[in-house]
C-alpha cells in the first residue's frame, strides 16, 4: 500500500514570496489533515478535511493561508505571502478504510523562508 | 481545553534496559490517544492506536496503556536497542481536536 506523498521535500524561498505544498492521501482515506511542526515541538494542526469538506480550519491563519481539496482526493496547502516565522516542516496525513482515526503521515515538506 | 504533557522531554538509557515514556492529557473526554515514532527529519510513523474504550494496546516490544479517569497514557518499550532512538509523541484525539505532545527525545546508548 503507497504511503502518503508529499512534494516538494524542500523548499526555500524569500520572505514575501508563494509557495504551496501538495499532498496524496492513501487510497480510500476519506480525511485529510494538513499540519505545521516547529523545531522540538509536536505537530499543530492547521485543517483537517473530510472529503472536500473542510470540517476544521479553526487554526488555519486565513490572512495568508488558504487549502483545498477539490475532488476530495489530494491537497494543496499554499502561503501567500511567506513570513520568515512560516518556516517549519508541514506534514500532510491522512486517515480512514477500516482502521478509522489512525492517522498516517506523509514525509512532510521542510519550508525555509530567508 | 485539551494540554497534552510529554515528560521527560530527553531521556538516554543503555541497551537492553526496558523503559517507560509518559503522556498526560487535562480532558479525559477523548476518542482515542495515538503513538508516533519520529526519526529526525522524517514524518511520523504510527505505533499503536489505543481508542477510549480500550486499556491497552501491544505490538511486539511496545506496549501502550490507557486511564482515562487520570489522564495519562504510558509506551512501555522492552529490552531497547539502539534502533529505537527516535522521538516519541504522543496524539490525543477528541471531539474538536488533534492534540500532540512535544515528545520524548529516545537515545539508546549501545
Known amino acids: 500500500e503507497a504511503g502518503v506523498v508529499q512534494s516538494p521535500r524542500y523548499k526555500i524561498i524569500e520572505k514575501k514570496q508563494p509557495v504551496a505544498f501538495w499532498c496524496n492521501p492513501i487510497s480510500g482515506h476519506n480525511t485529510l489533515y494538513w499540519y505545521l511542526q516547529n523545531l522540538g515541538q509536536g505537530p499543530e494542526l492547521l485543517i483537517r478535511?473530510?472529503?472536500?469538506?473542510?470540517?476544521?480550519d479553526s487554526q488555519l491563519p486565513k490572512d495568508r493561508f488558504s487549502a483545498e481539496r477539490l475532488k476530495g482526493v489530494d491537497s494543496t496547502l499554499k502561503i501567500q505571502p511567506a513570513e520568515l516565522g512560516d518556516s517549519a516542516v508541514y506534514l500532510c496525513?491522512?486517515?480512514?478504510?477500516?482502521?478509522?482515526?489512525?492517522?498516517?503521515f506523509g514525509p512532510g515538506t521542510r519550508l525555509t523562508v530567508t | 481545553k485539551q494540554e497534552v504533557t510529554q515528560i521527560p522531554a530527553a531521556l538516554s538509557v543503555p541497551e537492553g534496559e526496558n523503559l517507560v515514556l509518559n503522556c498526560s492529557f487535562t480532558?479525559?473526554?477523548?476518542?482515542?490517544l495515538q503513538w508516533f515514532r519520529q526519526d529526525p527529519g522524517k514524518g511520523l510513523t504510527s505505533l499503536l492506536l489505543?481508542?477510549?474504550?480500550?486499556r491497552e494496546q501491544t505490538s511486539g516490544r511496545l506496549n501502550a496503556s490507557l486511564d482515562k479517569s487520570s489522564g495519562r497514557s504510558t509506551l512501555y518499550i522492552a529490552a531497547s536497542q539502539p534502533g529505537d532512538s527516535a522521538t516519541y509523541l504522543c496524539?490525543?484525539?477528541?471531539?474538536?481536536?488533534?492534540?500532540f505532545g512535544s515528545g520524548t527525545r529516545l537515545s539508546i546508548r549501545p
Open positions: 480532558d479525559s473526554a477523548i476518542y482515542n
Open positions: 489505543i481508542q477510549s474504550s480500550q
Open positions: 496524539a490525543v484525539g477528541s471531539a474538536s481536536k488533534i492534540i
Open positions: 478535511y473530510e472529503n472536500e469538506e473542510a470540517v476544521d
Open positions: 496525513a491522512s486517515s480512514g478504510g477500516d482502521r478509522d482515526y489512525e492517522q498516517y
